[in-house]
């Protein structure tokens, strides 16, 4: 049973599988699963600044752009083929997501990065059918901009 652990850990904590186990949490996160990718993306790029094995925290980078970048599109997709609610009093939330994306179109996108109020302006988005391209865009600027701004914190912090 130990061997078994053992080697589960191996299979996420190895070298090889961090690209791996970035985009898989951060394509998790940023769909309506919980998930971590900050905590995990803030994990590897200090574990490589500790080790001064600054190999490939470009590629981490990415790696979670992308991966968190595809969830929301997931989301953005899933929602697009959802007919108009016929609920007369949608959640708050739903009720400012909406007046806000149909006020400001897909810049609302760029706050797509925000703990569960992203989720819902991706959802809204496909919802209002916003073009793809312009949304898989600005999607993916603000979860590159939190990528970057934790990046930044960690190698500040680390100093």
């Known amino acids: 049973m130990i061997d078994y652990f053992t080697s589960l850990s191996g299979l996420f904590f190895s070298e090889q599988n961090q690209l791996l186990l970035m985009f898989i949490s951060a394509f998790?996160?940023?769909?309506?699963l919980p998930g971590n990718s900050e905590v995990i993306f803030s994990t590897?790029?200090?574990?490589?600044?500790?080790?001064?094995?600054?190999?490939?925290p470009f590629a981490l980078f990415l790696s979670a752009?992308?991966?968190n970048s595809l969830g929301s599109l997931t989301t953005y997709a899933m929602a697009r083929f959802l007919p108009e609610p016929t609920f007369k009093t949608p959640s708050k939330t739903s009720q400012w997501a909406i007046a806000f994306s149909r006020k400001y179109g897909v810049w609302t996108?760029?706050?797509s990065w925000l703990p569960v109020v992203g989720d819902v302006l991706c959802g809204v988005a496909g919802w209002l059918r916003l073009n793809i391209w312009q949304s898989a865009l600005f999607i993916t600027l603000g979860k590159a901009a939190?990528?970057?701004v934790l990046w930044w914190s960690v190698a500040t912090f680390l100093g």
């Open 146 to 148: 939190r990528y970057a």
């Open 44 to 56: 590897l790029i200090a574990k490589q600044s500790l080790n001064d094995s600054l190999s490939q």
């Open 28 to 32: 998790v996160s940023s769909t309506i």
């Open 65 to 67: 752009s992308i991966g």
């Open 109 to 111: 996108l760029l706050l």
